[in-house]
């Protein structure tokens, strides 16, 4: 039920934020909507809405965002052009599976998604039982789990475990 109220609320207050208009036609809609996303998808949201009360932690979200996957993100789509550009540059790709420490679905899925939005991997199955992921690398660096886990997942992890743990 908290989790509801929270997206209710954030809901809300994006569309207010998206709409602004401040006339009640809008705010009226605007509930009504929040409302029905709210009952469809509030389950699925936070589990732990306390968390969001933390402002370090939207501060380790931009710290997160801006330098760190913008950076990685730039870095990767150089080499994957760089890769389409020289047809000969050998490659290796395969399947790799690294771990990781993060224990809550968000920072899961966030960390799923960093790997995944990172041209040259794809994070293709979690087992959250074990902390593994299972990502596609385009060119294949390391197949130990620790090497791999230190190339890959290493430089997400730091600071998603600081914003959702």
């Known amino acids: 039920m908290k989790s509801r109220i929270v997206l209710f609320i954030v809901a809300l207050l994006v569309w207010s934020l998206l709409n602004w208009v401040p006339d009640w036609q809008h705010l009226v ?3 009504f909507i929040a409302l029905f996303v709210a ?3 509030g389950d699925l949201f936070v589990k ?24 990685e993100c730039f870095k990767a789509n150089v080499d994957v052009a760089y890769r389409v550009a020289h047809p000969r540059l050998p490659i290796s790709p395969g399947i790799v599976k690294v771990k990781t420490n993060l224990k ?5 899925t966030f960390l799923a998604n960093s790997i995944t939005l990172t041209p040259g991997t794809l994070c293709v199955d979690i087992d959250r039982d074990n902390g ?5 690398w385009i060119d294949v660096k390391a197949k130990d789990v620790e090497s791999a886990t230190k190339i890959i ?8 475990r600081r914003i959702f743990e």
């Open 29 to 31: 809609v605007g509930i």
């Open 132 to 136: 593994v992921l299972y990502v596609h």
């Open 48 to 71: 732990r809405p306390h968390v969001l009360k933390h402002p370090l932690r939207y501060w380790y979200f931009l710290a997160y965002y801006l330098p760190v996957f913008l950076w």
């Open 153 to 160: 997942v290493e430089r997400f992890e730091r600071i998603l």
């Open 39 to 41: 009952y469809m998808t």
């Open 104 to 108: 809550t679905d968000t920072g899961l």
